[in-house]
């Protein structure tokens, strides 16, 4: 099984201890207050894409917190876990052989060949959901839940497991299909994580499902392209152009608009803003008869269009460069280069710039931090905080600090708020790093998995 968010594996590659030159700032920042942004964004979408924005409540991004660290055992799945002082405080015990651990605060889901193992540091019990060992297992990029995603690879049944609790929701099954042909590539998901609009192969609809059994299943005409608990928005192309239907969870149309094709988009409220085929940036709400132009876009083509800061900023990639931009329409940044990784809803930051890299603050453009010209190769949960690594060695960076190990590097795990990480050398010994003044903390040896909690 494979995660959107790759783990660091094992390798043996040399790094220098003496912190190596900053490269000069080149990424160009242009201020808040542009309307004009570019895009030509390709068509597909990818598995999880969040299409609340800002709209949708009135929860702030807020960088996770960490009290404590885990190991999982690889082969039995047994825990121990340790506080900022590398103390063992508790342990508890596994399901069986680990290829991943997934984590949400005080919440771990152990992955396996053919199960989910879900773990609370509470010391209950695990449980256990078997899984298809030919699926993909993915978490919701969301800071309110924590739902995983089971998909396969092309099309078929995908399993929503609720990693709280345990609840499994099988997409096709609750849909009445036995042989379900569910596209991941266009499955939608509301920022709670609870509510979950996916493409239907057979049927070419649009078929949205909520977590609470209670709620029934809806069934739309066309794509889906946002999903809240308020709305449902679908396309349905109509020869060069495209149709946006707006429906209530009641699958009652509220609007329909004719429009330019959409790529990709967000919902603000009861206002739908995305990019269409011709490089434009719209926005569109329910009792509208047609699109308002946002922005007249002149930058592609485009790579990727993806959500960040929760739904406020929309990071357009074109493979060579990058730029953020708000739901106005203005400008917040832009650099060379490609995204990185693929971004998660709730970044607070971003990594991008191709040769002289930097960090920035997605709420206002501000640099950050200055990155070594190296590939980055993980990101922490909150965006602010990243692993590099190329032949020469290892470089661990964020706003608080920058840090480059000395020896051979087995792993880095970083904490979702960026600021400290782990490093585990090839003889497994590992330690705890402050960002922020480079302080260690001998934590042991340490050969199975690591991963940030908050108790």
Known sequence: MTSDLPAPEPEDTPTHGDRRSRPNYTARRVAVGSVALAVLAVGAVVVLMVTAGSGDDDTAVTSPGWNSLVEVDRVSGDLVVLDRDGEEV???????????????????????????ALVGLDGDDPLVVPVDPASSVIRHPSNRSFTIVVSPDVGGEIVIIDGTDGTATELGARAGQSSPLLLPETLRVDRTGTRFAVGDGRNFQTIVVDADPEIEVGFFPGIPMAVSHQLVVTSTNVGRTAELGFFDPDGDRLGLVTTERPIAGVLDGNRFVYVTEQARLLGVSIDDSSPTEIAELDIGPVDDVRPALDGSRLLVSTGSQVIVVDLEGNIVFEADGPLPMTPWDTWRCLAVGDGEPVIIDLESGDVVAELEPMPIVNVSTDGCGVHQRDTDGHTIASATGTYTPRGTVRAVVLSPDGASAVVVATDGSAELVDLEDSRRLDLGTRRGHLIFADR
Do not use: N
């Not at 290829?99 to 396996?112: N, S």
């Open 90 to 116: 508790t342990s508890a015990e596994g399901a069986g052989r680990v290829t991943e651990v997934l984590g949400r605060a005080d919440r771990l889901a152990l992955i396996g060949s053919d199960q989910v």
